[in-house]
């Protein structure tokens, strides 16, 4: 079982950067990718960038290009820098990880709010 903790999140102005950090604890030794999803208000999760355990990775078009997913697997830390910020990008944003059996955990969210 893998436990995590996201933190980072706030109210930032449009244009502005935040720095999201999940902390994984347990049974971290047999994750295999992780990833950020988000889900703003009314709307469906949706993955918003993921990292492979070799590195590899992946990112929403709406995302491209602003920003950056990054992983510490001797933390067991999962990062995502996020800058050139728009209202859009409102919600709350889930830390996700699957382990070697495919099974997957989710933190408890953090909240983002983009506004002026």
């Known amino acids: 079982q893998v436990q995590l903790v996201e933190s980072g999140g706030g109210l930032v102005q449009p244009g502005g950067s935040l720095r999201l950090s999940c902390a994984a604890t347990g049974s971290s030794s047999i994750i295999s990718s992780m990833a950020w999803y988000r889900q703003a208000s009314g709307k469906q999760r949706e993955l918003v960038a993921s990292?492979?355990?070799?590195?590899?990775?992946n990112y929403a078009d709406s995302v491209k290009g602003r920003f950056a997913i990054s992983r510490d697997k001797a933390k067991n830390t999962l990062a995502l820098q996020m800058n050139s910020l728009e209202p859009e990008d409102t919600a709350v944003y889930y830390c996700?990880?699957?382990?070697?059996?495919?099974?997957?955990?989710w933190g408890q969210g953090t909240q983002v709010t983009v506004s002026s």
């Open positions: 990292i492979s355990r070799i590195g590899n990775t």
């Open positions: 996700n990880a699957i382990n070697l059996r495919g099974v997957g955990s």
